[in-house]
C-alpha cells in the first residue's frame, strides 16, 4: 500500500506562482508513476500532469503546458507541480495519484491509478 501526502495548496491571486507537493511512502517498482489531477466546482476529474521514474518523461494537459512543471527529487519518491501564470479557471482540488503499473497509453486516465492522496484546494482570485 502506499500512501501519498500533498501540502501546498491555498489562496493565489491570478498571475501569481504556487507550487504543490506531493512525497509517496513506498515506490513499489520501476514503472512507477507519479502525477496530479485537478477537479473543479461543479467539474470532473481532470488530468494535470504525471511524471514517470522510468525514463523521466513527463507530460502535461493542454491546458496547462508552458505554465505547469512536474519534477522529482532526486533519489526521493517525491513530486512537485510548479504551477505560474496562474489563473481563475486553475482553481480545483487538485489529487496526487500513483501507479505503479499504468501503461504510457493511460496515463491521462484516473481510473489507471491506484493510490490518491486526500487532494489540496488551490484558489486563485482574479
Known amino acids: 500500500q502506499v500512501q501519498l501526502a500533498e501540502s501546498g495548496g491555498r489562496l493565489v491571486q491570478a498571475g501569481d506562482s504556487l507550487r504543490l507537493s506531493c512525497a509517496a511512502s513506498?515506490?513499489?517498482?520501476?514503472?512507477?508513476?507519479m502525477g496530479w489531477f485537478r477537479q473543479g466546482p461543479g467539474e470532473e476529474r481532470e488530468f494535470v500532469a504525471v511524471?514517470?521514474?522510468?525514463?523521466?518523461?513527463?507530460y502535461y494537459a493542454d491546458s496547462v503546458k508552458g505554465r505547469f512543471t512536474i519534477s522529482r527529487e532526486s533519489a526521493k519518491n517525491t513530486v512537485y507541480l510548479q504551477m505560474n501564470s496562474l489563473k481563475s479557471e486553475d482553481t480545483a482540488v487538485y489529487s496526487c495519484a500513483a501507479s505503479s503499473t499504468v501503461i504510457t497509453s493511460q496515463l491521462k486516465n484516473p481510473g489507471a491509478y491506484a493510490y490518491w492522496g486526500q487532494g489540496t484546494q488551490v484558489t486563485v482570485s482574479s
Open positions: 513506498a515506490r513499489p517498482s520501476s514503472r512507477f508513476a
Open positions: 511524471f514517470k521514474f522510468d525514463g523521466g518523461a513527463t
